[in-house]
Each structure stands twice: as structure tokens, then as C-alpha cells.
């Protein structure tokens, strides 16, 4: 594998997508499992592991938790308009909500009267009203917060689509 690119798609073999989409499935198998599972043996398995992370197509490896038993019952998708559309102003707030670990996801977005999108969660509404007071509304920047919240989940996975990719 090359360098990392992250305005390219890599090619992959067939055995790089099963192996994707193994550990999409399951990334805490052991290397002998995932070997077992892609039909190699365990040192070309490692081996082609080790291609795809050098290459950047891997990031990392999580544990999915479950929100509900930890408590966090309220999963908000939060729209911020921001006042100017400075470089600077954006950096900033990127800054400030990356340090936030209600925050799941950030988007800097178009088509809508927000800049940006973000997915937080919390335990209650009391405690997603003192995150909104006491942090959101407080950045320098912030001119709008519309918020909505996530009455069912219909599809909530991880995993990347990759039947598109040509082997």
C-alpha cells in the first residue's frame, strides 16, 4: 500500500474488503480469528492488517457502547449558525466543541440555515439544558441553536457501505 490520500480511493483485493468488513463487524478478534474468517493464515492476515493502516484506510479500533445502560438517555442533533464565516471563527469553535465529550460528531454543513451540525448525547434534558446554557451558547461565534431530538434510532451502524468497491 501507498501513502495515505485521503481524496483517492484505494483499490483493494477481495481479501482486503473481507477483511474490512470483518473487523467492521467485529474489531476485537484476535488476528488468528480474523485470519480464520478471511481464509488466510495468521502472518499474511497481519501482514495485509498492517498494508491497510499504514495506508490510512483503517483509523482506529472502538468499542461500541451501549448509551441507554450508561445512562445517556438523550441523543440531540444540534444546528449552530455562527455569526461570521471566518476561518477563524470556525477554527475556534471546532476548537471548543472537540473538547466537549457530549459532542459525537461535528459537521460543518451546507444547504441549510446552519453552519453546523452536531450530535451530542446526554442523561437527561436537565443536563443537555446546563450543556446548551453554560457551553454552546457561550462560544464567541454562536448566533443560533436550533436543537432536535432522537426519538428512535431506524438505523444506527458504523459500518461503511464498500460493495461499491471495484476488486
Do not use: W
Amino acid at each position: 500500500m501507498t501513502e495515505p490520500n485521503p481524496g483517492k480511493a484505494h483499490t483493494l483485493d477481495r481479501t482486503d474488503r473481507r477483511i474490512l468488513e470483518v473487523l467492521q463487524e467485529n474489531a476485537g478478534l484476535s488476528n488468528q480469528e480474523l485470519a480464520e474468517r478471511v481464509g488466510l493464515s495468521p502472518s499474511p492476515c497481519l501482514r495485509r492488517v498492517r498494508a491497510l493502516e499504514e495506508a490510512g484506510i483503517i483509523v482506529g479500533r472502538y468499542a461500541l457502547l451501549d448509551r441507554k445502560r450508561l445512562g445517556l438517555e438523550i441523543t440531540a442533533l444540534i444546528h449552530i449558525g455562527m455569526d461570521r464565516h471566518t476561518p477563524e471563527r470556525f477554527a475556534a469553535f471546532e476548537a471548543a466543541v472537540s473538547g466537549y465529550p457530549e459532542v459525537q460528531h461535528c459537521y460543518l454543513i451546507t444547504g441549510q440555515a446552519a453552519d453546523y451540525l452536531l450530535q451530542g448525547v446526554g442523561p437527561d434534558m436537565d443536563a443537555y439544558q446546563d450543556f446548551l446554557l453554560r457551553r454552546i451558547t457561550r462560544l464567541d461565534g454562536v448566533s443560533s441553536v436550533h436543537s432536535s431530538f432522537v426519538l428512535r434510532r431506524v438505523i444506527d451502524r458504523t459500518a461503511l457501505p464498500l460493495g461499491y468497491l471495484r476488486t
